[in-house]
């Protein structure tokens, strides 16, 4: 009899994962998503700044699996998961079992104690925060076309980005870029490219978990778009009407946030060890110690390798991390050992 396998998430280590159990004999695999498409995250600043339509990034997810009868797709947001008798509860109600687990949440992001924050400063991870950032960076110049008062007109044309990690470097640079180039020759009482793009990043430098040598040219770059970059700016208000700094006040209409991340919540309901932003505490084969049939992925898992330290919370990763699991998996149902995973840069 076929074994049962839930995968929780599709999104990169997910869809990942299912995609390598799929032509397994052995095998049968739900997906579990709370919405019906798989998003290419990586792309979504494109959305926002209006380079791209929210289409262009997101495909169903049934479709990845049209030709494969043993996947099954369900739509639903997981509520609990119960790791003694292998259950998962769905926010409807409904119990699904499971003979392996693959849990793919993804991650969300964090406020650093300061939920209040969101209502002016959306992030970036969802289809619905790329068009609504969208909407309050071109509502912003429409605004300032309008505006007599030139203090609210600056106010208006204004942006600041909080946080110099990929999505912060890449959401500033084309904000800059449109700016300067698409809008320039749009509007006819204001000037698009005096628009004013802060990049606010708490750290010492920007793309901090990357080579020293990539950040230096990063900012460079972003500072040739005309971007102001900000290190050792932590941020301390958010409010309606702007950010406040160590010692400074940016008064500005339109925030956006790209710092802090922290695991999906549902890792708290597994009731195994997490580290300080969430993320499940992975044996080297990515199943949950002490659970040997439930496996993390992706932004969930911590996983420190013993040469290179934490593997990182990158697409690539979750990917690998994604056919590492389902060979686990495989290999388990066959009787093989199992293999450690070791992430490839």
Not at 25 to 39: E, I, K, P, S
Not at 177 to 199: E, K, N, W
Not at 272 to 278: E, K, P, T
């Amino acid at each position: 009899m076929a074994k049962e396998v839930l995968v929780v998430g599709a999104g990169f280590g997910g869809l990942e994962a299912a995609r390598a159990l799929a032509p397994g004999a052995d095998v049968h695999v739900t997906v579990v998503d709370q919405r019906n498409h798989h998003l290419f995250q990586p792309l979504l600043y494109q959305v926002a700044t209006a380079g791209l339509n929210p289409a262009d990034i997101a495909v169903p997810i049934r479709a990845q699996f049209s030709r494969a009868p043993n996947v099954d797709v369900r739509l639903g947001r997981v509520a609990t998961v119960d790791l003694g008798r292998k259950r998962v509860s769905l926010e409807d109600g409904t119990e699904l079992a499971w003979d392996f687990l693959v849990v793919a949440g993804g991650a969300q992001h964090s406020y650093f104690g300061h939920p209040e924050w969101e209502e002016f400063a959306p992030g970036l991870k969802t289809l619905e925060q790329a068009t609504e950032i969208r909407r309050r960076l071109l509502s912003a110049f429409e605004s300032a076309e309008n505006e007599p008062d030139p203090a609210a007109q600056r106010r208006l044309l204004t942006f600041v980005i909080v946080g110099g990690g990929p999505t912060g470097v890449e959401l500033a640079g084309a904000i800059a870029d449109i700016s300067r180039t698409v809008l320039v020759r749009d509007f006819r009482r204001i000037d698009p490219a005096s628009a004013r793009v802060l990049l606010l990043e708490a750290g010492p430098r920007i793309l901090p978990a990357f080579a020293e040598g990539l950040s230096r040219h990063a900012a460079e770059d972003l500072r040739a778009l005309g971007v102001e970059v900000r290190t050792s700016a932590a941020v301390t208000g958010i409010d309606a009407h702007g950010v406040s700094i160590a010692g400074e006040r940016i008064e500005a209409k339109s925030i956006f946030w790209a710092a802090g991340v922290q695991a999906s919540s549902l890792s708290r309901s597994l009731g195994v060890g997490l580290d300080r932003a969430g993320r499940v505490m992975v044996d080297a084969d990515l199943s949950i110690p002490g659970h040997p049939d439930a496996f993390v992925i992706g932004d969930m898992a911590h996983l420190e390798e013993p040469e290179r330290g934490l593997v990182p919370g990158l697409a690539p990763a979750a990917i690998q991390e994604g056919k590492a699991a389902a060979r686990n998996i495989l290999a388990s149902i066959a009787g093989r050992p199992r293999k450690p995973f070791r992430y490839r840069d």
